[in-house]
């Protein structure tokens, strides 16, 4: 692969928790293999290109998260960039709109069915810092983020979580996030993939067709020792 595109959708609707970080570590990290990156950041009123290599949606309130739906439903694009097998990674709201359903502004709206699962509405606002063991497939180990989210996520069979809880919230105080083929959804802002670099290199080796393990190692000292130290800390304090 020449160039690495990777468009960060919706950044006019979607941008409100600095879930943009995650384009800038995944472009750090690519650049620092060698690998060109072009970040594409596409707002709402534009056509989503199907040729990039993995696409990014972020966070946000209720009123942009229900027109982020709509737009994102209308032009279709995100739908085949799954089918198609690229990586997407979806942070909360971009993570609840990928179900069947979810709740916003006092009522269920349509998601796009790329990820079979739906959100509602809790009985309170899930707000500080999450920490989770991944799905020993995904290789990745504890991740730890901070979350902020009014929603409830339910799983179907056909996803599965992220992570088991160890503490905070995540989909509904058991699980967190989902994943199948190459798109993940999770309720970790911080951004995510500062916080867990792991999970970053996991899509990009996606994104270009690797196995994680033949990208060259970068020195992660600082992010793996908060990474263990926020796991750790949080899990004991449950
Ligand atoms: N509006 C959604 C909720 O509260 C998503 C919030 C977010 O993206 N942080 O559940």
Known sequence: ????????????LLSTYGDRGNLLVLAHRARAR?????PMQVRSDQRIPHTADMYLIGGGEDGPQAVAAERLLDDGALGRAAEAGKPILAICAGYQLLGESFYANGRAYAGLNILDLRSDRGPSRAVGEIAGETAPQLGIGPITGFEN?????????????????????GNDGTTEGAWAGHVIGTYMHGPGLA????LADLLLAWAIGVNPAQLPPMDDTWPERLRAERFQALTAAQ
């Open 1 to 12: 692969m020449s160039t690495l595109r990777i468009v960060w959708l919706y950044p006019d």
């Open 34 to 38: 060698g690998i060109d990156v072009e």
């Open 149 to 169: 989210h009014g929603g409830r996520t339910h799983l179907g069979e056909a996803v599965q979580p992220l992570a088991r809880v160890t503490a905070g919230v």
């Open 195 to 198: 916080r867990n670099p792991r």
